[in-house]
């Protein structure tokens, strides 16, 4: 009892820590108030195109979000108000309930996609988000200076620590909601459809290679796509 009740406050702090991430991502920084004069003009101008677009990814799109928050909040409602551990049970568990060490792994791993996603989506928000296409620069500094794609690498480094630390099958939903996208872009043709997450990282690169050409195949060479590269 005394570990469920661990791993449930566990899992609280990292729901707290990620809707607050979430929301400084971008309900601050990726607020109308940063947006450039282009970019209002841009995004209006997207809003009056009629598009069709299936209702499955749709909605997809739609509930993603909200099952980020209601996976996690099952289990503190099991394990803290409820006090039952229906699915803390070894039926619902890989291994067995409780691997501490891989538990531990898994915090770590969550973590740092969470830092991992909080300074990218800094990045992201501020220098692509808010401003409009023309305005955009190649990003190569900070984190991009090591990796072509953090905030993706995020998308994957906190779904498999989550499932780390609950090793439950409940969480392989959870992994599903981060990596599994209905939104790339449209110059990939993938908009409405589909997309695992590298998926959506190749696709992400071929149009970077169209806007940016030479530079962004030398800039390719010396970085990672999800991890650093080391040099030879």
């Known amino acids: 009892m005394i570990q469920i009740k661990l791993l449930t406050v566990l899992i609280l702090v990292f729901l707290i820590c990620?809707?607050?991430?979430?929301?400084?991502?971008?309900?601050?920084?990726?607020?109308?108030?940063?947006?450039?004069?282009?970019?209002?003009?841009?995004?209006?101008?997207?809003?009056?195109?009629?598009?069709?677009?299936?209702?499955?990814?749709?909605?997809?799109?739609?509930?993603?979000?909200?099952?980020?928050?209601?996976?996690?909040?099952?289990?503190?409602?099991?394990?803290?108000?409820?006090?039952?551990?229906?699915?803390?049970?070894?039926?619902?568990?890989?291994?067995?309930?409780?691997?501490?060490?891989?538990?531990?792994?898994?915090?770590?791993?969550?973590?740092?996609?969470?830092?991992?996603?909080?300074?990218?989506?800094?990045?992201?928000?501020?220098?692509?988000?808010?401003?409009?296409?023309?305005?955009?620069?190649?990003?190569?500094?900070?984190?991009?200076?090591y990796i072509r794609h953090p905030l993706y690498l995020s998308f994957i480094l906190i779904p498999v620590g989550f499932l780390l630390i609950t090793l439950n099958l409940l969480s392989l939903i959870y992994f599903m909601v981060f990596t599994i996208s209905t939104n790339s872009i449209e110059e990939c043709d993938r908009e409405g459809k589909f997309t695992f997450v590298t998926k959506e990282v190749q696709c992400e690169e071929e149009h970077m290679k169209k806007i940016y050409g030479k530079d962004y195949e030398e800039y390719m060479e010396k970085t990672g796509r999800l991890l650093p590269k080391f040099k030879k």
Do not use: C
Request: charge should be positive.
């Open 18 to 145: 990620r809707i607050l991430i979430y929301n400084i991502v971008w309900g601050y920084w990726g607020g109308k108030k940063f947006f450039t004069e282009a970019r209002k003009k841009e995004l209006e101008a997207k809003q009056s195109e009629k598009r069709k677009v299936k209702i499955a990814p749709r909605f997809w799109g739609l509930v993603q979000e909200p099952i980020r928050i209601f996976i996690p909040l099952l289990f503190i409602i099991d394990g803290l108000v409820f006090r039952m551990g229906i699915l803390y049970s070894p039926y619902l568990s890989f291994f067995s309930p409780f691997d501490i060490y891989l538990q531990i792994i898994g915090l770590i791993i969550t973590f740092l996609g969470l830092i991992i996603y909080l300074i990218a989506g800094k990045t992201i928000t501020k220098e692509v988000y808010s401003k409009a296409t023309e305005e955009r620069k190649m990003m190569t500094t900070g984190l991009y200076a």
